[in-house]
């Protein structure tokens, strides 16, 4: 899709659009924050280039489109090799036509392509002399930046030395990771200073800024590696010759942080096909990566290519930017929401001026607690930097604190439960109404019938309600209690459906107890802990007899999580007791209880799971499953890696034993790759486990 062009008549609008569009890339590079994000500055700047193309008598020299972007800074520091901007492509369609107008330019197909993200921070130069970072320094206009090295040893990724003595120069993007930005502004804040509105902004900003009272980690990705005059003529020729994909290799090897180590590395790819493939697999990567990335960038692969392609003043011939939609808007804070969930958990939501953000129109962001608004310093009225990427919940980064008026109005906490007037529990970071999971009772209930965990069917959110208004009901377990006469006398419930509702609560005492376990609703547990905890300890006596340290024994439990477990476990044992008199299931089937003194258990009195074609393995599943595991959920695949005797892992490390590779598999494949892991085909891992697919 490209960017629609904001519509130019005359030229006085033409005027003040230049104007407009040089004071907002100006604080872009400088970090200050704009009054328009990206996507109003992209059409902004299409609207000109395309008024231009009909005026080309009337340009004026400092429109955006005729120089280098980021010519905003007057730096003093000489480029040895002119810093180039990029050429944007919005489209599968765009992108083709590019590279078939690079293939006629240089005479020949390009050999090869490399494929890596496009890393939302600035670019910088870092100059190393005999291996020794001396310099560095900011894009600027291109051809001099601004001397910030000044921030050497607060950027990671950017070592202070490198591996070899080398004089080299590496350049690639400074940025903060989402954790570093929170905790930049965080720091911010507290020593008086106002909120940066986004991560890229925070890194100009804190690049730039001298003498600070405290320091503000960053994070660097090389993407180019040159020579200096002073690097020795063979190393210098050798540079020049190597493939853009080897120079990443030799930055690494060198100690640079390369995007080599995140879940989007750069590839390489033969055919334009598999560069687009690439570009689709990165774009689905975006919303959970750590960072933020505004595109794609592909280059031709190899230094020939690359040199026969030239470069233009502005942006070289063989690289081009895939830029993909915007995630970030500016929009106004109106009101806080406090809404309770199913354990009682009182949560704050952000309504926002509706505003559309990559084809969706948001009005919700979330916000974690009531520190988390405080410590953002949030108020209500405030324009507001909103980031939303895929189906992950929009979120706001930061008050865009420039614009502020000074009428913003604080927000205002809950003295009292929203939902049912009880006090609140605020002795935890999460508040919490007093009445527990009884205050939300129907969204409690709806979660325990849900489909991952005690999967009633006909036991619906409408039919809870009328359960919970009727008091047939007042917690989970007087679902079992349900008679036929007291579901018949509820509206619209006929003969059959009462006695398929009855079958169904039923059939749920049948749930394995990792389900029940789930369905309880501890709060620090979803569906996969609720299974991990189940399995380690095979029964529900075991469990409640736990203490933080034998709970600490589960994977993924931590001594943070261990003692809240422990705890709400505890505030659930009547809850617990009646279920199991009710008859529902307290046992993990396929794992042997620990017996006194027995020899099923571990040293820790746990529970082993028996046998399997997997045990003693850890498995990660990684890229698309197909054939018999095609319909199956992540979360299904983990339960079934359990169910065989092994133990499922997300992410690849020297402990895992099988790495299970499906289509589209990227960065785990690779570490797979590089430990030497055992790697197998979703049809490989069916036929190993086809005993336990039902
Ligand atoms: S290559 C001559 N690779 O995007 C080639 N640039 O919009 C120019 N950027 O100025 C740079 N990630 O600041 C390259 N993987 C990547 C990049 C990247 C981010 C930035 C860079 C550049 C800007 C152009």
Redesign the pocket.
């Not at 810093?83 to 990029?86: E, I, P, T, V």
């Not at 890596?116 to 670019?123: H, N, R, S, T, Y």
């Given at each position: 899709m490209t960017t629609p062009a904001a519509v130019i008549t005359d030229s006085a609008a033409y005027a003040q659009a230049v104007e407009d569009a040089v004071k907002a890339s100006a604080a872009y590079y400088t970090g200050g924050t704009s009054v328009l994000d990206d996507d109003a500055y992209d059409r902004l700047v299409h609207g000109i280039a395309a008024w231009e193309a009909d005026h080309p008598d009337q340009v004026l020299p400092d429109s955006p489109t005729g120089k280098v972007?980021?010519g905003a800074v007057e730096g003093d520091v000489p480029h040895t090799v002119a810093?180039?901007?990029?050429d944007?492509v919005f489209s599968a369609e765009e992108f083709t036509a590019w590279t078939a107008s690079l293939a006629r330019r240089i005479g020949r197909e390009v050999e090869r392509f490399s494929v890596?993200?496009?890393?939302?921070?600035?670019?910088v130069a870092a100059r190393y002399t005999g291996g020794r970072l001396r310099q560095l320094i900011t894009?600027g206009d291109g051809t001099a930046g601004e001397d910030v090295s000044h921030a050497i040893g607060t950027i990671e990724g950017l070592p202070d030395e490198l591996a070899e003595p080398v004089t080299v120069e590496v350049?690639?993007?400074v940025l903060m990771t989402t954790a570093q930005f929170e905790h930049g502004n965080e720091v911010r804040t507290a020593h008086g200073g106002q909120p940066f509105a986004n991560p890229r902004g925070a890194a100009a900003g804190t690049l730039r800024a001298k003498e600070r009272a405290y320091t503000v980690p960053m994070t660097f990705?090389g993407?180019?590696l040159l020579p200096l005059p002073g690097t020795a003529t063979d190393l210098g020729v050798r540079l020049g010759e190597l493939a853009h994909s080897d120079l990443m290799v030799q930055a690494a090897a060198y100690g640079i942080n390369t995007?080599a180590g995140t879940a989007v590395p750069?590839i390489t790819a033969d055919t334009v096909e598999q560069a687009l493939a690439r570009v689709e697999e990165i774009a689905a990567a975006r919303a959970e990566l750590p960072f933020g990335?505004?595109?794609i960038?592909i280059?031709a692969d190899l230094a020939a290519d690359q040199q026969q392609a030239g470069?233009g003043s502005r942006?070289?011939r063989w690289?081009i930017?895939y830029k993909l939609p915007a995630v970030e808007k500016i929009t106004r804070l109106l009101a806080v929401e406090w809404n309770v969930g199913r354990t009682g958990i009182i949560a704050p939501r952000a309504v926002l001026e509706p505003v559309e953000i990559d084809g969706a129109t948001i009005t919700y962001a979330t916000l974690h607690n009531p520190a988390d608004i405080t410590r953002r310093d949030l108020r209500l009225g405030d324009h507001v930097m909103v980031h939303r990427a895929g189906d992950v919940i929009p979120r706001i980064e930061a008050p865009v604190a420039h614009l502020r008026t000074g009428d913003e109005q604080p927000v205002a906490f809950p003295e009292v439960c929203p939902r049912c007037g009880s006090g609140i529990d605020t002795s935890e970071q999460r508040w919490r109404c007093e009445q527990g999971r009884s205050c939300h009772l129907v969204a409690a209930l709806s979660y325990a019938a849900g489909r991952d965990q005690l999967d009633i069917e006909g036991l619906g959110h409408t039919r809870i309600v009328q359960l919970v208004d009727a008091g047939l009901v007042a917690d989970l377990a007087g679902l079992f209690a349900l008679t036929r006469e007291q579901l018949l006398g509820l509206e619209r419930m006929g003969e059959t459906s009462a006695d398929n509702l009855l079958a169904a609560i039923a059939a749920a005492k049948a749930q394995p107890l990792s389900r029940v376990l789930c369905a309880l609703g501890v709060r620090g547990t979803g569906r996969s802990m609720s299974r991990r905890i189940a399995r380690h300890f095979a029964t529900m006596d075991n469990i409640r007899a736990a203490d933080a340290a034998a709970m600490q024994q589960v994977e993924g439990i931590g001594t943070e999580k261990a003692p809240s477990i422990v705890a709400e476990l505890a505030e659930l044992a009547p809850l617990i007791d009646k279920l199991a008199t009710a008859g529902v299931t307290m046992t993990e089937p396929g794992v042997t209880p620990p017996t006194s003194g027995g020899d099923t258990g571990d040293a820790d009195g746990n529970a082993e799971p028996v046998g399997g074609p997997l045990a003693g393995m850890t498995v990660v599943v990684t890229g698309a499953m197909t054939g018999p595991l095609e319909d199956l959920s992540r979360n299904q695949m983990n339960d079934l890696i359990e169910r065989a005797g092994g133990r499922s892992s997300s992410s690849v490390s020297k402990k895992t034993t099988l790495v299970v590779a499906g289509e589209g598999a990227g960065s785990k494949r690779a570490k797979a790759e590089d430990l030497g892991i055992r790697l197998a085909t979703p049809d490989e891992f069916a036929a190993l486990v086809a005993d336990y697919l039902n």
């Open positions: 972007a980021g810093m180039l901007s990029l944007n890596e993200p496009k890393l939302d921070g600035l670019a894009r350049r690639g993007e990705f993407y180019g995007t750069g990335i505004d595109g960038v280059k470069s942006a070289p690289a930017a």
